[in-house]
């Protein structure tokens, strides 16, 4: 039986869904009938409807504005906030369509704790599910990011019924409370797909005839969703063998003309990815302005990248052929990217046109926006949060901080990624610490091939600022504890061991070198160091047996220079293992060939974070002396006529002086990216 949505301006009327797997969808609403009111009959003057298609992405399970990093309420994300921006939605439009796309039970310690350290049982909705209840989502989609649990909690969380090897498909939970769609993923075991591929959803609309008179009428709404083929690489342990996955493209050819003949007046893509100018592949990653070429898709919602679109600003992040920020279309089709952890509503107002006997979608008439909870810059404001989310959390919000709070050591001083960009190894250096510890005794007492290779550690600064000032590890000195070892590593990655060679570590070094702009010594205008290359991939050795140069005065590919291991220049022969991550190990192939899978020879089970959290407790006394102070690379030093200057957060000057870094000063307190960093220059020469 159909759920009537006590805060939609849509009137439930009778349907069935296109494609409804029992299990899965056991307690959604739209498998069924319903008892609601019947539509008017279609009437045969022609009319005019709005429908306002509402979209987050990216929610990360940030269902309050806190960070559990910091142990402190944090106004600039949140769906407690987004909700808000939902709710003001909805009293503007008569015809509203609330979806989800993706990445959104994993992200933060709220989600760990309900996956990983006292597992939800199959009865109880997962946090940010129940959180979205409140707001009854009509459709939604999985992100990558859905995936890094495995399959069994994914098949609880989503309700049951998937019919998958390692799975029992015969549970019956509570699942998220609306359709979860997905046309590109299929089980291995039964050749069908791991969720329905989309969702017919029949709806009542509230329109107008030329005379001005209000009329009911029938409207059809498509929804299908797509993820990125990453996940088969990044969660390779979980899913390998389990599940295929195809293009986004080959899978909406295929699947929009039966969304079509199934009756779909409206159809709105749901695209985990998004916008890459290279040419289409099927493993594409973000393959947005392909996706939209095809024919069908009345709207278009992005995300994975965490950008924005449209984006009106004066430097607009997508600005490829087919992409026009001031319409809000890509080839043509309205769409929005709505940032990521709850801090933008994407809006795509639809103009549907009724003939007397059917629906139509004037594009050329479409609206689409983002609603940002930030109103106001400086001072920043942001609207208020709805007071009916955290009381609905509130019991596993405070199990998370309480879990969190367990001590584990202590530290001499600030372990920070504000300066990681120019030589801090303050807050890397401990993770590469315990990575190399746990792989190579590992080796020694299970690995005898490999017993005589040198083992060596890389990680990378996985918060280095992207989405703003407060978006870095940091952590102050004095007691540790588990917060503050998921702030100094994010992601919920496993160790794996790799075996390469002397010149596979340059070219990985090399592809890391990326992260850095090419700098021109003789410009007299300021030039910016770091390029849009991701931090997270900024992958750096911490170690005196590793030392490097980083000439960015070269061209990508020419930048590594002196390489040398234990005082030699490296052999590009010599054999090594790397402990690093499971994402980085299997679909790292950009960074070196071998980084595909096939040069692992370890996939432990352990999460790098849960290694990291046993090393610190077995040395509860970290000291910068011995734990925060192995620089293995430096830039080369060149004299330049002008300023080279990056970003970071405000007040920080004394971690970079603290570590040593005297060669840097401030050169703005306000960088002007309206992201709250300030301006910094370095002095290469130095």
Partial sequence: MTTPHPTSNFRPVP????WCSAGVLALLAACGGSDGPAPEAPAA???????????????????????????????????????????QARSEFANTLLVDNGDTIQGTALADYEAVVNPIPCTQQHAMYKAMGALQYDAGTLGNHEFNYGLPFLNQVLGGGMDVDGVDASLKCAGPG???????????????????????????????????TAVALPLKIGVVGFT?????????????????VEGAVEAATRTIPELRTKGADVVVALLHGGM???????????????LAKVAGIDALVMGHQHGVFPDRGA???????????????????????????GKALGVIQLALRWDGQRWSVDKAAARSELRNTQTQASPAQYVAADPSIAPLVEAPHQATIAYVQQPIGSTDFRMSTLFADVGDPGAIQIVNEAQQRYVAAYIQANLPQYASLPVLSVSAPFKSGFQGAGDYTDVAAGNLAIYNAADLYLYPNTVYAVKVNGADIRQWLEAAARRFNRIDPAATSEQALISTFPGYNFDMFTTPDIQYEIDVTQAQGSRIRNLTYLGQPI??????????????????????PK??????????????????????????????????????????????????????????????????????????ADDGAGKGLSKYAIDLSR
């Fill in 15 to 18: 349907f069935a869904m296109a």
């Fill in 45 to 87: 003057q022609p009319a005019q409807a709005t429908l306002a298609v509402l979209a987050t992405t990216d929610l990360h399970d940030n269902v309050r504005s806190y960070d559990y990093f910091k142990l402190a309420a944090d106004p600039s994300y949140g769906f407690e906030r987004t909700a808000t921006l939902v709710r």
């Fill in 178 to 212: 609306f359709a979860m769609v997905l046309a590109n993923v299929r089980s291995s075991k039964s050749g069908q797909p791991l969720v329905q591929p989309y969702a017919v959803l029949e709806r009542t609309v509230q329109a107008r005839r030329a005379d001005g």
């Fill in 228 to 244: 990125t083929p990453g996940i088969l690489n990044w969660d390779k342990r979980f899913l390998e063998g389990k599940l295929s």
């Fill in 276 to 290: 890459d100018a290279a040419p289409y592949a099927p493993s594409m990653e973000n393959p947005g302005l392909h």
């Fill in 315 to 341: 430097r607009p992040a997508y600005t490829q052929a087919g992409v026009d920020n001031t319409a809000g279309t890509v080839q043509g089709v309205p769409a929005v990217m709505p940032s990521s952890w």
């Fill in 571 to 592: 052999d590009p022969a010599q054999e090594f293992v790397i402990a690093t991550n499971n994402y980085r190990a299997t679909s790292g192939a950009g960074f070196i």
């Fill in 595 to 668: 980084l595909d899978g096939s040069a692992t020879i370890w996939a432990s089970p352990d999460a790098n974070r849960d290694v990291l959290i046993a090393h610190i407790r077995a040395n509860p006394t970290v000291t910068r002396a011995s734990h925060g102070a192995a620089r293995s690379w430096r830039f080369t030093p060149v004299a330049t006529a002008g300023p080279v200057v990056f970003s970071s957060a405000p007040n920080a000057l004394p971690v970079a002086q603290a570590a040593g870094l005297s060669n840097i000063a401030l050169v703005a």
